[in-house]
């Protein structure tokens, strides 16, 4: 009898850290799209052959890699210089069950003294789009220490979704100082590592 203890000692321990197991369900998956502005035959802004195209992938697959050793799951519209229609973006993020939307751009002003983040959402958009807005406005200017230039309205195609969406604008390529610092990979990686503090407050963790 005595030596049945040890063995029932045991398997009551294997069948509590069983039930244990079972009942600890892992959070839900959040799944986030990111998506690079403009892409193939779309340029973007153009400002001495420095293309916003490719900042803004540059961008978006840092975000991805950023976003992924933090624990979510992220999906880009492209991940090579391809244009991807508007409308299929959001599309895509709709039918791969995306939790919210976030797109990247570099912005233009024809006045080169003209710098700084700002945010858009659409002229319809809902309070979470706009939550979204303000925490990654929030976040990108606090590690890019660019000028804040806030949140805005637009008319913009985010409208064709009811996902939370934003547009980030990163930095003005027509900004000398700002061009030098978007093409800067030292200055990149605050950025992304802002879109995903932005992106990870929005969700509250
Ligand atoms: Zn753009």
New binding site residues.
């Given amino acids: 009898m005595d030596d049945l203890v040890p063995v029932l000692f045991v398997l009551f321990v294997a069948l509590t850290t069983f039930a244990l197991l079972l009942s600890v369900r892992p959070a839900p998956e959040i799944l986030v799209v990111v998506v690079a502005?403009?892409g193939g035959h779309d340029p973007?802004?153009v400002v001495n052959n420095v293309q916003?195209k490719d900042i803004n992938l540059t961008l978006a697959l840092l975000v991805q890699k950023k976003a992924r050793d933090a624990g979510l799951k992220v999906v880009l519209t492209r991940t090579t210089d391809v244009y991807v229609d508007l409308v299929e973006r959001v599309r895509m993020a709709e039918t791969l069950g995306a939790s919210l939307y976030v797109s990247i751009?570099?912005n233009y002003h024809r006045d080169v003294k003209v710098c700084g983040v700002e945010t858009w959402v659409d002229t319809k958009a809902h309070a979470e789009s706009v939550r979204l807005a303000e925490s990654l406005q929030r976040a990108v200017v606090i590690t890019s220490g660019a000028v804040d230039r806030g949140v805005h309205r637009q008319t913009l195609y985010l409208r064709h979704t009811s996902l939370p969406a934003a547009l980030i604008e990163v930095g003005y390529i027509s900004c000398p100082a700002e061009r030098e610092k978007l093409l800067d990979p030292v200055h990149q990686e605050r950025i992304a590592a802002g879109i995903v503090q932005g992106i990870l407050s929005y969700l509250g963790r």
Wanted: a negative charge; proline letters at 0%.
């Fill in positions: 502005g403009h973007g802004a916003e751009h570099a």
